[in-house]
């Protein structure tokens, strides 16, 4: 293959293992010479699309504890602070539709910002100073994205992207789909999604 | 530590990604000097207690499909055939009752047999010729242990390794719990879950 392939990284703000994958899939793409699209989701209704009232991970004690707990040792690992928010599950709508106002450069910058306040700093990012604070620290002008994200031409667009993503087969986040459209779920597939899009199984 | 640690791997015999870990796990244990207690339950009745009706793999199609196309990479990429079970899920209350019946040194290759039956072949593991042909290939007197299998006795021990399973936080399967208590949950944590116990983390 001569051309650079193309992988589309599936998230919702709401989603710990979300955050680690943002955390961790840059460098692993621009390593493989693999371009990311990054494209946050409203998970929830894609939930509710599939007749879930809500996370798999949410629906038994014992699981949500355990997923603390992992991503606890995850964030231990690689040297990040770690909080549950105190708010979870978090609604990500705000940062979602902001998101997908930004263009595509300032995407992930923003998201990484969004993420480690909410999971590394324990704060709700529904609040709209903190979506604000994301958008400075990503260094983007922060009053045009807001006044972008009000449109309806992009609250349009977040339930188009999130169908979207039901139409590719996207069950939970992070998932990334490869240009032959393999899905791989999980912050523990990412390697093996990108090295599936090069073609190296 | 001059002890060898010891960890439990708790699997149920309906699970695809316990059947992966069961290929894989004896290796990695004896290569990082980890003593292994092979611990089979019924997730079934462990999806009851917390209230589910059925897997959360099977609760939503596109991640059901998702599953099996999973497993059958991972098969792949370890070089083994893949079958669905026509009859999935798997009862695999005999099976259980069998490999608990069974001294430790003779269920992990039981219990890989069964599996590879139902992954590799596609049978139905409730039948009894599958277990049959299971205990033959590990090498087991069949009759006395498919007659300790009926026992009261044996019955009786694989509901308390069940209750056993929900007392130490265990969810789903496989997981591997360590000395300290912590649990590792899927084939993706076998590594890292050894490592722990070591105290190499």
Redesign the interface.
Request: charged share 45%; net charge positive.
């Given at each position: 293959m001569t051309e650079q392939p193309v992988v589309d990284f599936w998230y919702e703000f709401s989603s710990p293992y979300s955050f680690l994958a943002a955390e961790r899939i840059g460098p692993l793409a621009e390593a493989r010479g693999v371009r990311l699209v990054w494209r946050p989701f409203l998970l929830g209704a894609v939930f509710k699309h599939?007749?879930?009232e809500r996370s798999?991970n949410l629906?038994?004690p014992?699981?949500t504890?355990?997923m603390w707990?992992?991503v606890e040792?995850r964030c231990?690992?690689m040297g990040l602070p770690f909080r549950v928010p105190d708010a979870f599950p978090l609604n990500g709508l705000s940062a979602s539709r902001v998101a997908v106002a930004l263009p595509d450069e300032a995407r992930p910058a923003f998201t990484r910002a969004v993420y480690r306040a909410a999971f590394c700093e324990g704060r709700d990012i529904a609040e709209p100073a903190v979506v604000e604070e994301a958008l400075r620290e990503a260094g983007v002008d922060f009053e045009p994205a807001l006044a972008a994200a009000h449109t309806e031409l992009v609250k349009h667009a977040l339930r188009r992207q999130t169908d979207a993503a039901?139409a590719k087969?996207?069950?939970?986040a992070p998932t990334l789909v490869t240009p032959d459209g393999?899905?791989f779920?999980?912050n523990?597939?990412l390697e093996?999604a990108l090295d599936w899009a090069l073609g190296t199984?």
């Open positions: 599939n007749g879930l798999p629906a038994v014992a699981k504890r355990y707990r992992d040792r231990e690992r039901v087969g996207v069950f939970g393999e899905l779920w999980g523990d597939r093996e199984r």
